[in-house]
């Protein structure tokens, strides 16, 4: 059994930073792309930043120069470091990953999504 865990979020004043982890835990053989995703009420999910196993790197581009995708490949987490906060990024913010267990099964695994609010 394969998990992914969001946490980090909260409430930020606009200007601000929050830092979400996503931690992958289980029967864990490899792990392909890490994504987050956001979701605000009314809205589409949309892609915030991907990275790729090898480390690339990829952003909407809402977030362009602001958000900071990464990942410690060690820990199986991954990190989206969030910084000059608009209350435009107000959503919940959800990670997946295309994950191998020890089987050398491949499946895409989602989080439960964490909140994030930018307000004063």
């Known amino acids: 059994q394969v998990q992914l865990v969001e946490s980090g979020g909260g409430l930020a004043q606009p200007g601000g930073s929050l830092r979400l982890s996503c931690a992958a835990s289980?029967?864990?053989?490899?792990?392909?792309?890490m994504n987050w995703y956001r979701q605000a009420p009314g809205k589409q999910r949309e892609l915030v930043a991907a990275?790729?196993?090898?480390?690339?790197?990829n952003y909407a581009d809402s977030v362009k120069g602001r958000f900071t995708i990464s990942r410690d490949n060690a820990k199986n987490t991954a990190y989206l470091q969030m910084n000059s906060l608009k209350p435009e990024d107000t959503a919940v913010y959800t990670c997946?990953?295309?994950?191998?267990?020890?089987?050398?099964?491949?499946?895409?695994?989602w989080g439960q999504g964490t909140q994030v609010t930018v307000s004063s």
């Open positions: 990275i790729t196993s090898g480390g690339s790197t």
């Open positions: 289980g029967s864990i053989f490899s792990i392909n792309a």
């Open positions: 997946n990953a295309v994950i191998a267990t020890i089987s050398l099964l491949s499946k895409l695994y």
